[in-house]
């Protein structure tokens, strides 16, 4: 059974940069494509990006010059880095598996606060 | 970027009713690109239905989904009272890659 896990900070000051790690666990991280999205409280779903390998990743144009993914499969893990946030990134962020043109599997989601 | 809008925004209905959820798009999406997932309070979205009408595995068969072009539809024939929830659709595009609709909430 495919599971995911997201890690990192809960609180992230404004203009740091948010870092998100999803481990991956019952599948290989190689041979799929790998999601990032979130979800601010009470509102609908955003996607950020997704990755192939560490050269082969595409971003949502909103998002484009501040965020950055990649791919540890000696770890089967994927990362975010998000940069110069601010009030608006909180929210809870999910890694999911691609599958074909939709998402099929879904970490439980990590709540992210971006405040001083 | 194709825009997805839901209707209605809720739905409040009974056990053992039939619910029909609406998802328009502003520009023609390929059948296979559409899909619908269910999400309950403080969990993660689950896929429920993928290329228009592929029921994900393990999803009860109460579930279907229709529709082509700009206008699709999810149906649960019957409701059970673990299906209230929300509901989004979501389309892929060549950029942005996923986007979804703002959802519609499923009550009782």
């Known amino acids: 059974q495919v599971q995911l896990h997201e890690s990192g900070p809960g609180l992230v000051r404004p203009s740091e940069t948010l870092s998100l790690t999803c481990t991956v666990s019952?599948?290989?991280?190689?041979?799929?494509?790998w999601s990032w999205l979130r979800q601010p409280a009470g509102k609908g779903l955003e996607w950020i990006g997704r990755i192939f390998t560490s050269e082969n990743s595409n971003y949502h144009p909103s998002f484009k010059s501040r965020v950055i993914m990649s791919v540890d499969t000696s770890k089967n893990q994927f990362s975010l880095k998000l940069s110069s946030v601010t009030t608006a990134d909180t929210a809870v962020y999910y890694c999911a598996r691609v599958f074909g043109w939709e998402l099929d599997y879904w970490g439980q989601g990590t709540l992210v606060t971006v405040s001083s | 970027e194709i825009v997805l809008t839901q209707s209605p925004g809720s739905l409040s209905l009974s056990p053992g009713e039939r619910a029909t959820l609406s998802c328009r798009t502003s520009q023609t999406v390929n059948s296979r690109y559409l899909a619908w997932y269910q999400q309950k309070p403080g969990q993660a979205p689950r896929l429920l239905i993928y290329g228009t009408s592929t029921r994900a595995t393990g999803v009860p068969d109460r579930f279907s989904g229709s529709g082509s072009g700009t206008d699709f539809t999810l149906t649960i024939s019957r409701l059970e009272p673990e299906d209230f929830a929300v509901y989004y659709c979501q389309q892929y595009d060549n950029s942005p890659a996923y986007t979804f609709a703002q959802g519609t909430k499923l009550e009782i």
């Open positions: 019952g599948a290989s991280i190689s041979g799929y494509y």
